[in-house]
């Protein structure tokens, strides 16, 4: 179920977010203070490709919420928002509000992605 929920994912517009982290990604490469940044968005770029199945946690600290704040400034909101108004779009439909949500979620990580571990669910 998690791999038709994922493939569907990618057609309704998950790849174009998956798109954004890598391009936002490649940008911070260009410098070398940003490679920590790029590492982070290419790490979160998985997530963005097939979410269901996949949890996020926060583990951040002091140092996670400075770094946080840049990334708001730099660069977070405009991944934020494409997130959003893609999953306000998708939840016009009944079928299509599961993929909102997960766009929604998305969108959350956009803004706040320093101190966060992606994890897989686990079915029991």
């Given at each position: 179920m998690r791999?038709?929920?994922n493939?569907?994912?990618?057609?309704c517009g998950?790849f174009?977010?998956y798109?954004?982290w890598?391009f936002?990604?490649l940008?911070?490469f260009?410098?070398?203070?940003?490679?920590?940044?790029?590492?982070?968005?290419?790490?979160?770029?998985?997530?963005?490709?097939n979410?269901?199945?996949?949890?996020?946690?926060n583990?951040?600290?002091?140092?996670s919420?400075?770094?946080n704040?840049?990334?708001?400034?730099?660069?977070?909101?405009?991944?934020?928002?494409?997130n959003?108004?893609?999953?306000v779009?998708?939840?016009?439909?009944?079928?299509?509000?599961?993929?909102g949500k997960q766009?929604f979620?998305?969108?959350?990580?956009?803004?706040?992605?320093?101190g966060?571990?992606?994890?897989?669910?686990?079915?029991?």
């Amino acid at each position: 179920m998690r791999f038709i929920a994922n493939l569907l994912w990618i057609i309704c517009g998950g790849f174009i977010s998956y798109l954004g982290w890598i391009f936002t990604g490649l940008l911070y490469f260009i410098t070398i203070i940003g490679i920590p940044v790029g590492i982070q968005c290419f790490k979160l770029a998985s997530i963005s490709l097939n979410p269901f199945g996949k949890e996020v946690r926060n583990e951040g600290g002091t140092g996670s919420a400075i770094l946080n704040i840049f990334w708001i400034i730099f660069g977070g909101i405009e991944l934020a928002l494409t997130n959003a108004i893609i999953g306000v779009i998708l939840c016009i439909t009944i079928i299509g509000i599961p993929f909102g949500k997960q766009f929604f979620k998305i969108a959350q990580v956009a803004l706040f992605p320093f101190g966060l571990v992606v994890e897989r669910t686990k079915y029991v």
